[in-house]
């Protein structure tokens, strides 16, 4: 079986360990064995972005753009086979992976033109014969973690903007989708960057992750992940007088009105809440819907989620693929088994399915009568489970929603142009969605949440500047 590297200035290194990457669909399919950097192997790759940052970051943008710009049409041109290799290692559907990958390509390419779009202001000083410049510059080196449930993405739209704005990068991707982000390196490491300025450090969070967060020499985090490494990231960063941005849970809220087209919006309410086997940060977890149509709702949303299909991720039938791995849906499994103690009414599935494959495979639970105080509407259950919350009007429906301590996306749906308006403006949410799924974003728009699912500066778009680079102020006598 193949053994895969670390990518360490411009060398491909094995670490002392390696771990085997398993298919969730079919779990006698191993993808390959990937090296598990230890401390040692960690130091190195941070001391190699160190050495590489400074001229790097010195680097003319259209070396910059030129580099990025041949990732991104490498990515895209692959995308159906670097689409596969996720499906098999994560577990989302074939089209849903290719997405993925084509979303990373497209990400390169953007923050190639963004490289030589940085720009700063000139400000007429108080003073007199005083010219004042503000001007970006690259922070050093960046320690960028990634989760699993997006496997090249997520890298990407850290690595791509990291790069663009001329600083050395060191990646830690999670422990179960190293696949991806090796491809991603490997295409990477043929692009022409000096030594040491792409650094890919696979291996376990407690060694690798936290071998970032203490090191002195790593200038900035940027993170995404469980609210719980998060607070350690915060905490490490603090301390030490690091730059951090955090990526966090959601408990995401799609509020369904009387007057909303109920065939759309249980299309939306599908969408958002099953598919990528619910798996995703901006998932919406929790369904409220005015009572005037709730029983209506409740029983259409339930006939479609007992016809979704569940099956191996490389199927073309499948649209629903297995959870990630077993402590995944043990965890998926507890939340369902609470949400039945706490009285909800299960509507449709959240039983185990035995298919052709030994994977992990669950029937996405759709539970009803859900009151919004209970364990399993407040906290992220991070898999296939939907609760649908009676509401009693507009405004109280609006409460519900706000009534978490997350803030990632909420959605609407509603004719109403009022009430979509309000809510806009109302939602305590970074991204707010108005009839359409609370998951699925632009790959060029600013990317974020409030409360507890984000901390510090957006991801995405021209906004990820404000991460990527310090800002100065320089004062000039004439
Ligand atoms: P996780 O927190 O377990 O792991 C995330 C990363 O942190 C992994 O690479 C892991 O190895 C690393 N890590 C673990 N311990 C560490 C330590 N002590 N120091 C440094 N790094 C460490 O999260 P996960 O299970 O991989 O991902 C699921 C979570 O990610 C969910 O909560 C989900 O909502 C969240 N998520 C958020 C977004 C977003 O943009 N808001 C997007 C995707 C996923």
């Given at each position: 079986?193949?053994?895969?590297?670390?990518?360490?200035?411009?060398q491909?290194?094995?670490?002392?360990?390696?771990?085997?990457?398993?298919?969730?669909?079919?779990?006698?399919?191993?993808?390959?064995?990937?090296?598990?950097?230890?401390?040692?192997?960690?130091?190195?790759?941070?001391?190699?972005?160190?050495?590489?940052?400074?001229?790097?970051?010195?680097?003319?943008?259209?070396?910059?753009?030129?580099?990025?710009?041949?990732?991104?049409?490498?990515?895209?041109?692959?995308?159906?086979?670097?689409?596969?290799?996720?499906?098999?290692?994560?577990?989302?559907?074939?089209?849903?992976?290719?997405?993925?990958?084509?979303?990373?390509?497209?990400?390169?390419?953007?923050?190639?033109?963004?490289?030589?779009?940085l720009?700063?202001?000139?400000?007429?000083?108080?003073?007199?014969?005083?010219?004042?410049?503000?001007?970006?510059?690259?922070?050093?080196?960046?320690?960028l973690i990634?989760?699993?449930?997006?496997?090249?993405?997520?890298?990407?739209?850290?690595?791509?903007?990291?790069?663009?704005f001329?600083?050395?990068?060191v990646?830690?991707?999670?422990?179960?989708?190293?696949?991806?982000?090796?491809?991603?390196?490997?295409?990477?490491s043929?692009?022409?960057?000096?030594?040491?300025?792409?650094?890919?450090?696979?291996?376990?969070?407690?060694?690798?992750?936290?071998?970032?967060?203490?090191?002195?020499?790593?200038?900035?985090?940027?993170?995404?992940?469980?609210?719980?490494?998060?607070?350690?990231?915060?905490?490490?960063?603090?301390?030490?007088?690091?730059?951090?941005?955090?990526?966090?849970?959601?408990?995401?809220?799609l509020?369904?009105?009387?007057?909303?087209?109920?065939?759309?919006?249980?299309?939306?309410?599908?969408?958002?809440?099953?598919?990528s086997?619910?798996?995703?940060?901006?998932?919406?977890?929790?369904?409220?819907?005015?009572?005037?149509?709730?029983?209506?709702?409740?029983?259409?949303?339930?006939?479609?989620?007992?016809?979704?299909?569940?099956?191996?991720?490389?199927?073309?039938?499948?649209?629903?693929?297995?959870?990630v791995?077993?402590?995944?849906?043990?965890?998926?499994?507890?939340?369902?088994?609470?949400?039945?103690?706490?009285?909800?009414?299960?509507?449709?599935?959240?039983?185990?399915?035995?298919?052709?494959?030994?994977?992990?495979?669950?029937?996405?639970?759709?539970?009803?009568?859900?009151?919004?105080?209970?364990?399993?509407?407040?906290?992220?259950?991070?898999?296939?489970?939907?609760?649908?919350?009676?509401?009693?009007?507009?405004?109280?429906?609006?409460?519900?929603?706000?009534?978490?301590?997350?803030?990632?996306?909420?959605?609407?749906?509603?004719?109403?142009?009022k009430?979509?308006?309000?809510?806009?403006?109302?939602?305590?949410?970074?991204?707010?969605?108005?009839?359409?799924?609370?998951?699925?974003?632009?790959?060029?728009?600013?990317?974020?949440?409030?409360?507890?699912?984000?901390?510090?500066?957006?991801?995405?778009?021209?906004?990820?500047?404000?991460?990527?680079?310090?800002?100065?102020?320089?004062?000039?006598?004439a």
């Amino acid at each position: 079986m193949q053994t895969y590297a670390n990518y360490i200035a411009g060398q491909w290194l094995v670490g002392p360990s390696q771990r085997p990457n398993v298919n969730p669909s079919d779990t006698g399919d191993v993808l390959g064995l990937y090296t598990q950097a230890d401390s040692e192997q960690a130091e190195q790759a941070i001391a190699a972005a160190h050495v590489a940052a400074p001229a790097w970051g010195l680097s003319s943008p259209q070396v910059r753009a030129d580099a990025l710009d041949r990732i991104g049409s490498e990515i895209l041109a692959r995308k159906e086979e670097l689409g596969e290799l996720l499906a098999r290692e994560e577990g989302k559907t074939r089209p849903e992976a290719v997405g993925e990958a084509a979303r990373a390509g497209a990400i390169f390419k953007f923050f190639a033109q963004e490289a030589l779009r940085l720009r700063g202001d000139k400000l007429a000083s108080v003073r007199p014969g005083i010219e004042v410049e503000v001007t970006r510059e690259p922070l050093g080196v960046v320690g960028l973690i990634t989760p699993w449930n997006f496997p090249i993405a997520i890298p990407a739209w850290k690595i791509a903007p990291a790069l663009a704005f001329g600083n050395a990068v060191v990646l830690k991707p999670a422990e179960l989708v190293p696949g991806s982000a090796w491809a991603l390196a490997e295409i990477i490491s043929r692009a022409g960057l000096p030594d040491g300025v792409f650094n890919l450090a696979m291996g376990p969070g407690s060694v690798v992750g936290q071998a970032l967060l203490n090191d002195r020499r790593v200038n900035g985090l940027s993170f995404t992940g469980s609210q719980a490494t998060g607070q350690r990231v915060a905490m490490a960063a603090v301390q030490r007088g690091a730059k951090f941005q955090l990526e966090m849970g959601g408990k995401n809220p799609l509020l369904v009105l009387a007057d909303a087209d109920i065939e759309a919006a249980v299309n939306c309410a599908v969408q958002g809440g099953f598919y990528s086997t619910g798996q995703r940060c901006t998932a919406s977890s929790r369904v409220i819907v005015e009572r005037a149509v709730y029983a209506r709702f409740a029983e259409r949303m339930a006939e479609v989620t007992q016809a979704l299909r569940v099956g191996h991720a490389l199927r073309p039938e499948t649209q629903i693929g297995p959870v990630v791995d077993a402590s995944q849906l043990q965890q998926d499994l507890d939340y369902i088994r609470l949400a039945k103690e706490e009285g909800a009414r299960l509507l449709a599935g959240g039983q185990t399915l035995t298919l052709d494959w030994p994977g992990h495979y669950l029937a996405p639970a759709l539970f009803g009568d859900c009151d919004n105080a209970m364990r399993h509407c407040q906290e992220e259950i991070f898999g296939p489970v939907v609760s649908l919350i009676p509401c009693e009007n507009y405004e109280h429906g609006l409460a519900l929603a706000n009534d978490t301590p997350f803030g990632l996306s909420s959605g609407i749906c509603t004719g109403s142009l009022k009430h979509a308006h309000h809510f806009k403006r109302h939602s305590q949410a970074g991204m707010v969605m108005v009839n359409c799924p609370t998951a699925g974003v632009d790959y060029h728009a600013p990317f974020g949440g409030r409360k507890a699912s984000s901390m510090g500066a957006r991801e995405q778009g021209s906004y990820a500047a404000e991460f990527f680079t310090s800002v100065k102020t320089s004062y000039l006598q004439a």
